[in-house]
């Protein structure tokens, strides 16, 4: 290996000791050696750095593996990492059920007519890549630090974060590229340690990390192992399960707020969901400055604190994921607020099972500490969620066609004056159950009366007062028929 990046190796190290990780951690830095690539793979360097680019004598170049454990009772957040890794190793079967969301939204929109056509046949689009979850583990945990935010084919992966749960806790691999010559056998090695998991997991990195990472491996004519991998993005499950969380009002079962929509970074996950506090940890928008400060100087103390927001992002990304895991696992029991109980009824309802959803819709739907005053304010968040939970479980019923219940669902969204909305469409469902189920003409009239008495849109109005006429007319005929059967 050359000489130059054992120097490296040796100042990384040094920065290491200097900064040590928290208690239960041990580090490790170290550069790349026979264990990190296939048998005889070429480390030749594939570039010339720029003549331009001014480097200090001391700047040294490689590829440095650097690699933190840290012990399975290493609090990260509420819990030791071992629990995180318990859950993942006892829950990994239930997988398929968070990325029933991602599989959705992976499907292909129908294409419109009149666009670019082939032997005029439907228009060529290429296909996507099927989101399958991983089946077998054990897992790879994915994160990229890299030298632009809006990749593109100039944007380099120069901090390459791996991590894994073992049998002692939870071990982080991270590949720091000194140089872009040395770019390639970064590559070569992450193939070779990629190739030992059934599964990568990773935050927003079907959108951004995969892709840039497959991009460079394109470049240098190589292939990358990353496609063959089942790829989950808990980026999905984390908006649909706490995108509508209160980010103001303390405690566990607050509601959402009325703009419904809270920050889904994985900084604000982390702190939101798992409890964990960083303190001086670097902004993502600084990252790439710190590491072109590097090439120009030599200069690795900036880079510390981008080392460690790396291992802090793969950490919170595997206890995120665990968390997760363990309220699919244990299905409505699981959710510790309405409006987790609510996406998670959505997720097994997208995933096929439909006993599981109604018994989170139901748990969502549940009268828990609020009034019949505050459950009903239009601007509320519980008031909204219990509303869409109420919905969720009438149609889900009656696909399933149990009319008698969906009624249930449908009157307790009466009951509880859920708001406008909620009441005109648990009116109108009433009203057609009634009158086609049922044949419960008075009552289907009745309930028709009372939404003309309390609508104010004009075009609602005119098609209650068509309801109206369509139900007198069927009563009318309905009088006459019985006054001729009474009069035989």
């Known amino acids: 290996m050359p000489t130059d990046a054992s120097r490296l190796s040796s100042r990384v190290r040094e920065l290491l000791r200097s900064q040590p990780g928290p208690v239960g951690t041990c580090d490790l830095a170290r550069p790349l050696d026979g264990r990190d690539g296939p048998e005889g793979a070429s480390r030749e360097y594939r570039y010339v750095q720029d003549d331009e680019v001014t480097i200090v004598e001391d700047a040294t170049t490689g590829c440095v593996v650097i690699e933190r454990h840290y012990d399975a009772h290493t609090f990260h957040g509420r819990h030791p990492v071992g629990h995180y890794g318990a859950i993942v190793e006892r829950a990994l079967p239930v997988l398929p059920v968070l990325a029933a969301d991602e599989r959705a939204a992976l499907r292909r929109r129908p294409v419109r007519p009149g666009r670019l056509r082939w032997d005029n046949e439907r228009r060529v689009e290429p296909e996507p890549r099927p989101a399958r979850a991983?089946?077998?583990?054990?897992?790879?945990?994915?994160?990229?630090?890299?030298?632009?935010?809006?990749?593109g084919a100039g944007t380099v992966a120069f901090l390459v974060g791996c991590g894994c749960f073992d049998a002692g806790g939870f071990h982080t691999r991270q590949y720091f590229l000194s140089g872009y010559e040395a770019e390639h056998e970064l590559l070569v090695s992450l193939s070779a340690f990629a190739g030992r998991f059934g599964g990568l997991v990773s935050f927003n990195g079907r959108t951004f990390d995969v892709p840039l990472i497959e991009t460079r491996y394109l470049f240098h004519r190589l292939e990358s192992p990353l496609p063959s991998l089942p790829h989950f993005d808990m980026l999905h499950p984390a908006r649909r399960l706490w995108r509508r969380r209160e980010t103001e009002v303390p405690g566990p079962w607050a509601s959402a707020g009325p703009s419904g929509a809270a920050s889904c970074a994985l900084r604000s996950l982390e702190e939101a969901i798992l409890g964990v506090q960083r303190i001086d940890d670097v902004p993502g928008m600084e990252i790439p400055s710190r590491?072109?400060?590097?090439?120009?100087?030599?200069?690795?103390?900036?880079?510390?604190?981008?080392?460690?927001?790396?291992?802090?992002?793969?950490?919170?990304?595997?206890?995120?994921t665990a968390t997760a895991m363990r309220m699919a696992e244990e299905g409505a029991d699981g959710a510790a607020a309405p409006h987790e109980a609510?996406?998670?009824?959505?997720?097994?309802?997208?995933?096929?099972?439909?006993?599981?959803?109604?018994?989170?819709?139901?748990?969502?739907?549940?009268?828990?500490?609020?009034s019949r005053s505050t459950a009903g304010t239009s601007g509320s968040g519980a008031g909204v969620i219990r509303a869409e939970a109420l919905r969720r479980l009438a149609v889900h019923r009656r696909r399933r066609g149990q009319y008698a219940e969906a009624v249930e669902a449908w009157q307790a969204m009466l009951d509880v004056e859920l708001g406008p909305d909620a009441t005109r469409e648990a009116r109108r469902a009433?009203?057609?159950?009634?009158?086609?189920?049922?044949?419960?003409?008075?009552?289907?009239?009745?309930?028709?009366?009372?939404?003309?008495?309390?609508?104010?849109?004009?075009?609602?109005?005119?098609?209650?007062?068509?309801?109206l006429a369509r139900l007198e007319r069927k009563l009318s005929a309905s009088t006459r028929k019985d006054n001729r059967e009474s009069g035989e």
């Open 430 to 467: 009433l009203a057609i159950h009634h009158e086609h189920r049922a044949h419960d003409l008075d009552a289907a009239r009745r309930i028709a009366e009372q939404a003309l008495a309390e609508e104010t849109d004009e075009a609602a109005s005119a098609a209650l007062r068509h309801r």
């Open 291 to 320: 590491y072109f400060h590097y090439l120009r100087t030599g200069d690795l103390a900036p880079l510390h604190g981008v080392l460690e927001h790396n291992r802090l992002d793969l950490v919170s990304l595997a206890a995120l």
């Open 342 to 370: 609510l996406a998670m009824g959505g997720m097994f309802e997208r995933a096929g099972r439909a006993e599981q959803a109604e018994a989170c819709y139901a748990r969502a739907a549940a009268r828990t500490g609020h």
């Open 134 to 151: 991983p089946a077998a583990g054990p897992l790879l945990f994915f994160d990229l630090e890299t030298t632009g935010l809006s990749g």
